[in-house]
């Protein structure tokens, strides 16, 4: 069962006999030597086993995985491949498995490191499989280099755990100090009424009260979005509408509003983003109206003024504001959550004031 390449016996068996009118393979006519061509040349790497461990079989993918020749692996145990730390369990885990037919771990796609013939581990995901061959019982292992994704999973726990961190540190280092001098000019304005220092101090407190809010949003957020549904989408309009809109802001929705398939609480989070923008920008009596693209998606736009000339470049960049108030935060974070679910979203100035689209929405 040692590897061999292609041979020209094999290539040959594969010819125009095998193939209809169509051009696809007739049922029945693959070979033998077809397929073992498929397993040695596969992208996985193939290792198979007797019951003392010993590598009966290894195809040319072991190279890319393992850095060893097939010849190299034939014949040797298969902790060769395997971190020292990992062994003896092996030799109890498949004795295990000989004697009684229990598995101690699932058999698919499960995740493991090996060793490298330069020392260095490789993450792999392995489906095992047992089939008797000879009149032996033979394990063989599928496995598929993994490392690259593993590598980025630990790199985004390493950030998010850091983001963790820093919005402790905003929340609690930067809020409590803030909170208590708002209290301390509270007092102060209840002893000097109509003092404008004191008014304009206070303003200033709230924004930035406003400016931690949205920096806690992104920090705990990030790029990721929960588990997502079916959300109807004017209700979630109306529930964001509620928290972000003054009395005298007006909000118009297409009679023909669909669901989207979202994390709800984050779509919500987009809305209320988008609704306070327009707020700040237009003034408490905006009207902002939400409905359908004719080629799927949604968008949001207001009747203002639109957006000033070259402010389109820079509108979903960290700080960026057009407005003495605002926090330039709220349109970063709707760029965000828009790329969680795999949205695009673009900014232009529409037919009545500044516009938001949607695109690669899925509606239902």
Not at 29 to 41: A, P, S, T
């Given at each position: 069962m040692s590897s061999s390449g292609p041979s020209?016996?094999?290539?040959?068996?594969?010819?125009?006999?095998?193939?209809?009118?169509?051009?696809?393979?007739?049922?029945?006519?693959?070979?033998?030597?077809?397929?073992?061509?498929?397993?040695?040349?596969g992208s996985d790497a193939i290792?198979?086993?007797?019951?003392?461990?010993?590598?009966?079989?290894?195809?040319?993918?072991?190279?890319?995985?393992?850095?060893?020749e097939p010849d190299e692996l034939v014949g040797e145990p298969l902790t060769k491949i395997m971190p020292e730390r990992f062994r003896e369990a092996h030799h109890e885990a498949i004795a295990k498995y000989i004697s009684t037919g229990e598995r101690t771990l699932d058999w698919q796609h499960i995740e493991l490191p090996a060793e490298h013939k330069d020392g260095h581990e490789v993450q792999l995901s392995i489906t095992f499989e047992e089939h008797p061959y000879d009149g032996e019982r033979v394990f063989s292992g599928i496995m598929r280099d993994i490392t690259e994704r593993v590598e980025r999973e630990s790199e985004l726990q390493r950030q998010n755990e850091r983001l963790e961190r820093f919005a402790s540190i905003v929340s609690h280092d930067l809020r409590d100090p803030l909170q208590t001098a708002k209290a301390d000019v509270a007092i102060l304005e209840s002893q000097y009424e109509d003092e404008p220092l004191l008014a304009e101090l206070d303003d200033t407190l709230d924004r930035m009260d406003d400016l931690i809010e949205d920096v806690l949003t992104l920090a705990k957020q990030g790029k990721s979005i929960g588990d997502t549904a079916r959300v109807p989408l004017e209700r979630v309009v109306e529930d964001a509408w509620r928290t972000a809109a003054t009395d005298a802001a007006t909000l118009e929705t297409a009679d023909d509003l669909l669901a989207v398939k979202a994390d709800r609480e984050r779509l919500e989070t987009l809305f209320q983003n988008l609704f306070r923008n327009a707020v700040e920008h237009v003034g408490d009596d905006v009207t902002v109206r939400v409905g359908l693209l004719s080629g799927g998606g949604f968008y949001v736009e207001d009747d203002g003024p639109g957006f000033p000339a070259g402010a389109l470049g820079g509108l979903f960049e960290y700080g960026f504001t057009t407005s003495d108030s605002g926090t330039g935060f709220g349109l970063s974070i709707v760029e965000q959550i828009a790329d969680a679910h795999g949205w695009t979203v673009e900014a232009m100035n529409g037919e009545r004031g500044a516009r938001f689209e949607f695109h690669d929405v899925v509606m239902s």
């Open positions: 020209s016996d094999a290539e040959e068996s594969v010819d125009s006999t095998m193939f209809d009118e169509s051009g696809n393979v007739e049922p029945g006519v693959l070979d033998k030597d077809f397929f073992e061509v498929l397993v040695e040349n290792v198979s086993i007797d019951e003392h461990s010993q590598i009966l079989f290894a195809n040319r993918s072991v190279e890319r995985v393992f850095g060893y």
